[in-house]
Each structure stands twice: as C-alpha cells, then as structure tokens.
C-alpha cells in the first residue's frame, strides 16, 4: 500500500535554528498539507499546496514557516527561526482528489 | 468554515463493553466526515469515512459511525473494544472539494481496562 514518508522522525533543534522537515507524498497525489500536533492538544492545519504553490494557510502559517516542492517529489515544511512554542509533532498529509487524506508518520520536533 | 466537537476528551470503558465516541461538526457547505486513530506514538490511520451514499460506514475491525444531517454529527461505535483499542480517535471533516482542507475534533482518548 502506497504511504506518505516524513524524515526525520524526530529533530531538536536549538532556539533559533532553522529546520526543514521533509515529505515524500504518494506518487499521483496532488495536493499536500501540513498539519501540527502540540502535544495533548488538537490536530491544527497549517497550509495546504496545490500546483506549486499554497492553496490555502492557517494563521499559524507566518512569515516564519515556508513551503516548497524544489525537486517535483520532496514537499518540505521550513520553520526559519524556531521558537520553543514551536514543539509540537508535524504530519504530512496529501491526497489524490475528493478522497480521504493519507498521513504521515509524523515528524517529533523539539526546540530546547 | 467548519468546526468539529468531540465532547468527550477522556472514555474509560471495560473489555467487551460497548462504547460510543461522539461527534459533532458544524459547517455552511457540504462535507465529507472522517474518523481517524492514533496509537501511542504513531501517526494518523483513517479508520472510516462517510463520503456519500448509506449514512451507516464500518471499518474492518468493527467501528462503525453514522452521518446524522439533521443532527450534525458522526458518532463512532463499537459493539465489543478490545484492549487494543485503546488509542486517541480524532473526527475530522471537509468540505467536498478537492483541495479542502481537514478540521479536526480535540480527540476523544478510549483508554480500554481489563
């Protein structure tokens, strides 16, 4: 069964560091999210992408977080200057059509 | 816009009890309804979903939920949990457009006891 791949599973990073957490999605879909998850706390969407650029984004999605497809196969979430509020589990989702979201397995990122 | 309720953060339930995770969403457009399971440390599963069709959808392992229009809502249950249920289920919808986004409920954890 096809899957979406999420690297690495868990990063700490410094405050202030900039990250790069990676997605490879499932081949023929098209349209890509990132979702976070504080930990115990609800799942939030961050920004969706669709046709090379953002289709939509959440107010969490500030001028510090970015997204690309630089390679036509990897979908990158970039945080430029993490924050401690920043910590959270970070999933990748993406889907072929009208159909169900399929997620990764997550990203754990921790800023000490 | 949508939003998704989940009454419940917490369900205690015994083994071979019966159990219901409730959920209600609000929404101006026409959705799609999702449930999905996350074990200890692993990552979002879709367990079921309503798409169109029978308001009655099941999962493999013997969830099932039903679409309620007039009442708004997706209620998960399951006849008979086993311990391995014991996981964070999150109801989850969207609108019925392709792109659209998922919003999630705040997750109901089913903490299954011997």
């Known amino acids: 069964e096809p899957e979406v791949t999420q690297t690495p599973s868990h990063q700490v990073t410094q405050m202030g560091q900039e990250v790069i957490l990676r997605c490879v999605p499932i081949s023929n879909h098209l349209y890509f999210y990132w979702y976070r998850q504080i930990l115990g706390q609800k799942v939030e969407f961050l920004v969706s992408f669709y046709n090379n650029e953002i289709s939509e984004k959440s107010e969490i999605f500030d001028d510090q977080f970015s997204v690309e497809r630089p390679d036509g196969s990897n979908f990158t979430l970039k945080i430029r200057s993490t924050k401690l509020e920043d910590s959270a589990m970070y999933f990748c989702a993406t889907k072929g059509g009208r159909t169900e979201a399929f997620f990764g397995q997550g990203t754990r990122l921790t800023v000490v | 816009a949508q939003s998704v309720t989940q009454l419940d953060s917490q369900v205690p339930v015994f083994e071979e009890a019966p159990v219901e995770l409730r959920c209600n969403y609000s929404?101006?457009?026409?959705?799609?309804l999702f449930w999905y399971v996350q074990y200890p440390n692993q990552g979002l599963q879709l367990l079921l979903k309503y798409l169109s069709g029978s308001t009655l959808v099941e999962s493999i392992n013997g969830f099932e939920a039903e679409f309620n229009k007039s009442q708004t809502s997706f209620h998960l249950r399951k006849p008979s949990v086993h311990i391995s249920d014991t996981a964070e289920y999150f109801c989850?919808?969207?609108?019925?457009?392709?792109?659209?986004?998922?919003?999630f409920g705040g997750g109901t954890r089913l903490m299954v006891k011997p």
């Open positions: 989850a919808v969207t609108g019925v457009n392709a792109g659209n986004m998922l919003t």
């Open positions: 929404s101006s457009v026409s959705v799609y």
